[in-house]
T-cell receptor, first 115, second 114 residues
Framework: DAGVIQSPRHEVTEMGQEVTLRCKPI?????LFWYRQTMMRGLELLIY????????DSGMPEDRFSAKMPNASFSTLKIQPSEPRDSAVYFC?????????????FGDGTRLSIL | AQKVTQAQTEISVVEKEDVTLDCVYE???????LFWYKQPPSGELVFLIR??????QNEISGRYSWNFQKSTSSFNFTITASQVVDSAVYFC???????????FGQGTRLTINP
């Protein structure tokens, strides 16, 4: 089975530009998560969806960040306008609903650099 | 609030040595789930194992073993006869029942030298 697929793997752009990160979860998974990983703060949960509905976006740092999940097989995380402090690795993960110990499966991440 | 402490920031050993990565968690919940993930130099996060709070059986998978002790709130990970390919950052995480948020430790960077 295919894992979580993220694109692009790397993104380098200038501050002020719009950045869109993409994620395709594992088929059949009901939950989708967006995380950010930095040296200073480690892995932080930004937002998660259940059955395409955003449930908790309390981790989204500011209004410049937005996430959508238009269908069960696609989600985007958008930053507009981007700033150098947004540079990080962004991970998407998905999980099957069911007994509580179902693990989250992560994509390979998008390494974002804002110049 | 939940918290995971991985006190070992970095560990470096010579190949074939055994190594144990420590994980101590804090939670007020009676039911929770524990996980270990591996992040190799290529950057992806790979799920290794999960454990329910009510299942204190230790587990062995090849060279890997996990020791869950509820009495000390620890979920330690041991690699036997380490190999260079084991070099990675290892994360321990906890999630309480009914919640979706995984709380990660800061990770332990393990380097296996040939």
């Amino acid at each position: 089975d295919a894992g979580v697929i993220q694109s692009p793997r790397h993104e380098v752009t200038e501050m002020g530009q719009e950045v869109t990160l993409r994620c395709k979860p594992i088929s059949g998974h009901d939950y989708l998560f967006w995380y950010r990983q930095t040296m200073m703060r480690g892995l932080e949960l930004l937002i998660y969806f259940n059955n395409n509905v955003p449930i908790d976006d309390s981790g989204m740092p500011e209004d410049r960040f937005s996430a959508k999940m238009p269908n069960a097989s696609f989600s985007t995380l958008k930053i507009q306008p981007s700033e150098p402090r947004d540079s990080a690795v962004y991970f998407c993960a998905s999980r099957r609903q069911g007994d509580g110990n179902q693990p989250q499966h992560f994509g390979d991440g998008t390494r974002l650099s804002i110049l | 609030a939940q918290k995971v402490t991985q006190a070992q920031t970095e560990i470096s050993v010579v190949e074939k040595e055994d190594v144990t990565l420590d994980c101590v968690y804090e939670t007020r919940d009676t039911t929770y789930y524990l996980f270990w993930y591996k992040q190799p130099p290529s950057g992806e996060l790979v799920f290794l194992i999960r454990r329910n709070s009510f299942d204190e059986q230790n587990e062995i998978s090849g060279r890997y073993s996990w020791n869950f002790q509820k009495s000390t709130s620890s979920f330690n990970f041991t690699i036997t006869a380490s190999q260079v390919v084991d070099s990675a950052v290892y994360f321990c995480a906890v999630r309480r029942q009914g919640a979706q948020k995984l709380v990660f430790g800061q990770g332990t960077r393990l380097t296996i030298n040939p």
